[in-house]
Every structure is written in structure tokens, then in C-alpha cells.
């Protein structure tokens, strides 16, 4: 059984960048063919796709946050983080990651999530 747990500050200031981290147990993240997905929630908002990870280390991006957003992996530690940048009280919102069988398919397997919030 996979579990997925998200991971990093639950408070952090306008300007600054937000890092959280994923730690995958039950499978690596390296298996062929799975995508290791960041999404997002905002208050009253619905789901929001933030980028991917693959098993290979191809990453994608959502048009409307590539600007600001890194995602890259820890393979011995079988971990995959989300930096994102500039950071503003409208990045507030309940993160999680997530795995899918591949990049073009649904989530699978998903973390509890974890609330951060953005001060301004």
C-alpha cells in the first residue's frame, strides 16, 4: 500500500518561498510509470493542478504557475519536493501530493494534504 505524506512550514510570509516535501512510502518513486503530482486546494476553491515529477525525472508545469514553481526529487530518500516562489496570501491553501500510473491519468494515491497559509 502506498502512503504519501506531505511535509513543511504551515506559515510562511508574502514574497517568500513556500517548500514542502513528500515522503512516499510502500513504492519508489522511481517505478516505471508513475507521475508524482502537487495539488492544490485554495479556501472555497476547487482542486488545482500545480506540476508533476515523473518516475524518470521529466517534470511538468501548470502554464498559469511555471513561473514560479520547482519540483525536483530525493531518490535515496524517495522523496519529491514543490518550491514555489513569491509567494502571496492567495497561495494560502491545502496542499497535497498525489500519485498517478502515469502523467496522463488521474491520481491514485494522495497525502492527508497540509493547510499553508500566506501572511501578508
Known amino acids: 500500500q502506498v502512503q504519501l505524506q506531505e511535509s513543511g512550514p504551515g506559515l510562511v510570509k508574502s514574497s517568500q518561498t513556500l517548500s514542502l516535501t513528500c515522503t512516499v512510502s510502500?513504492?519508489?518513486?522511481?517505478?516505471?510509470?508513475?507521475?508524482w503530482s502537487w495539488i492544490r486546494q485554495p479556501p472555497g476553491k476547487g482542486l488545482e493542478w500545480m506540476g508533476l515529477i515523473t518516475y524518470d525525472g521529466s517534470t511538468y508545469y501548470s502554464p498559469s504557475l511555471k513561473s514560479r514553481t520547482s519540483i525536483s526529487r530525493d531518490i535515496s530518500a524517495n522523496q519529491f519536493s514543490l518550491q514555489l516562489s513569491s509567494v502571496t496570501p492567495e497561495d494560502t491553501a491545502v496542499y497535497y501530493c498525489?500519485?498517478?500510473?502515469?502523467?496522463?491519468?488521474?491520481?491514485?494515491?494522495w497525502g492527508q494534504g497540509t493547510q499553508v497559509t500566506v501572511s501578508s
Open positions: 510502500g513504492g519508489s518513486i522511481t517505478t516505471s510509470y508513475f507521475a
Open positions: 498525489t500519485r498517478s500510473l502515469n502523467r496522463a491519468t488521474a491520481s491514485d494515491y
